[in-house]
């Protein structure tokens, strides 16, 4: 079974970047479709974005578009998610996932990790 580490997250000011990774072991990433979603406390999951394991189509949430850019790094076996021009409202615990679909993005979450925490505040 693919199990999935985020990393990357941290405290950031508005308008800051950072970049999350998502690493696998004991599998190659580039075969899977990847999401990334996001849960900030009290609220409900809320898709950001999917790379696709075949063809490698991208989709991004209207709240994101613009300013997320997901990515693989096959060479390195990593899955990217940058993101810039962050807002408060993007605070929340980042989670990267494969997909029940496997190859193509559903949004069906199948597996992920233990999360990484995005805090945007001044």
């Known amino acids: 079974q693919v199990q999935l580490v985020e990393s990357g997250g941290g405290l950031v000011q508005p308008g800051g970047s950072l970049r999350l990774s998502c690493a696998a072991s004991g599998t190659t990433l580039g075969y899977y479709a990847i999401n990334w979603f996001r849960q900030a406390p009290g609220k409900e999951r809320e898709g950001v974005s999917c790379i696709g394991g075949g063809d490698g189509r991208i989709r991004y949430a209207d709240a994101v578009k613009g300013r997320f850019t997901v990515s693989r790094d096959k060479a390195k076996n990593l899955v990217y998610l940058q993101m810039n021009s962050l807002r408060p409202e993007d605070t929340a615990v980042y989670y990267c996932?494969?997909?029940?679909?496997?190859?193509?993005?559903?949004?069906?979450?199948?597996?992920w990790g233990q999360g990484t925490q995005v805090t945007v505040s001044s």
């Open positions: 996932a494969t997909d029940r679909a496997v190859t193509e993005c559903s949004g069906d979450y199948y597996a």
